[in-house]
């Protein structure tokens, strides 16, 4: 129930800021491990995640000591100097994925543009594609982030409308079908980029042998291999890397969103040093790119992923949930999609909307929301124990019935 101080709050975010979100109505003021608290002090179980940034739970003791320790230390310095937290954190993150170097920025379409930016210049510097001409090949369906250059390839048309004229130099084919991604390469072709499953297209999962035939298309014709994995990645999909499910490495890969904790914006564009030695001085870098409380959050929070068993409780807990909504046996569930921890159920419209679902959930005190109208993404907090897991599925439960009845 909104009370007057929840619509006050309401009310100013949407008087003194756009619209640009619609959130459910509830306002939240704390939370811990899995649960979230509103200004009344209604708990909530966080199967949101922050899509899927908050996968180490919110307020994590030890990242919470890191936060504490590294801000009194040193929190800023810009890229002008060197410091002491840096050049561990690369190292750390550089041999967990396999990859040579790695490149810090802060969101994730800063990552994903950086991953573009450095796939042009080793098109041009490397493989030599004629000036101008450098082409990405990107999936429908796709969703990468929200700046200029990258609506411009976005096949959502309210992301791109009305924000041109749009970034030339992309090529889109349809998702899961390497046929029609080979036969776009060309001569030009500096990289494709794709996610390994789409998360906002609503958790679509490609066929099993669709990354290791892309892995191979772009070997055959030396091409770079991009993975974004800013909302897949760090054991969301109950492996480090949702790669992994396939066997195959990419030539690159972009991360963000739980790299930073649950505390701050963290991203960066791994890859090989033949690709990332022309970002050179001057050529690209963020003020707060790499900053020292950045670079101690992300170390940890990697470290952590092993340390605390998270990936493996992904796996275990994301199977034992997938089963407990198949086993619920709802009309209204058309499919379940994903892997891990990050469920896509989809609904039949027919019964009700992801929408009107998503805040049914939200009354019964599980925090989820709808995409593309007709899915409700369930993507909880890696650390959670399967009495908390019960909880939530009881809840679900507890709503899917109240529809059907
Ligand atoms: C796959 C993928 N790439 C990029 C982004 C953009 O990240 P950010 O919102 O941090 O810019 C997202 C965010 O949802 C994402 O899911």
Known sequence: MINDIQNNLIKKESIFGPDN????????????????????EKKYLDMMSGYSAVSHGHAHPELLRVFHEQSSKLSLTSRAFYTDTLGPYLETITKISGFEMCLPMNSGAEA???AIKSSRRWAYRTKKV?????????????????????ISFSTDENSRHDFGP????????????????????????????????????????????YLPEVRKICSKHNVLMILDEIQSGLGRTGKLFAFQHSNIQPDGLILGKALGGGFMPVSCFLSSEEVLHWMNPGSHGSTFGGNPLAAAIAKRSIELLE?????????????????SLLNLNSKIIKDIRG?????????????????????????AGILCKETHETTIRYAPPLVISKEELDWGIDKIKEVFTKITN
Request: hydrophobic letters at 40%; glycine letters at 10%; a negative charge.
């Open 166 to 209: 749009h970034t030339p130099g992309f090529v889109t084919v349809k998702y899961g079908c390497s046929e029609s991604l080979e036969a776009a390469i060309n001569e030009n072709t500096a990289a494709v980029l794709i996610e390994p499953i789409q998360g906002e297209a609503g958790i679509v999962v490609p066929p099993e042998n």
């Open 307 to 323: 340390e605390d068993g998270l990936i493996e409780n992904s796996r275990i807990m994301g199977d034992y949930f997938k089963e």
């Open 339 to 363: 892997k891990g921890l990050w469920l896509g159920v989809e609904i039949d419209p027919n019964y009700v909307s992801g929408k009107d679902l998503s805040k049914m959930c939200l009354d």
């Open 112 to 114: 994903v543009e950086t």
């Open 21 to 40: 979100y619609k959130p459910l109505p509830v306002v939240l003021s704390r939370a811990k491990g899995v649960w979230a608290w509103d200004v009344n």
């Open 130 to 150: 004629k000036p101008e001409k450098a082409e990405i090949i990107v999936a429908e369906g796709n969703f990468h982030g929200r700046t200029t250059t990258i």
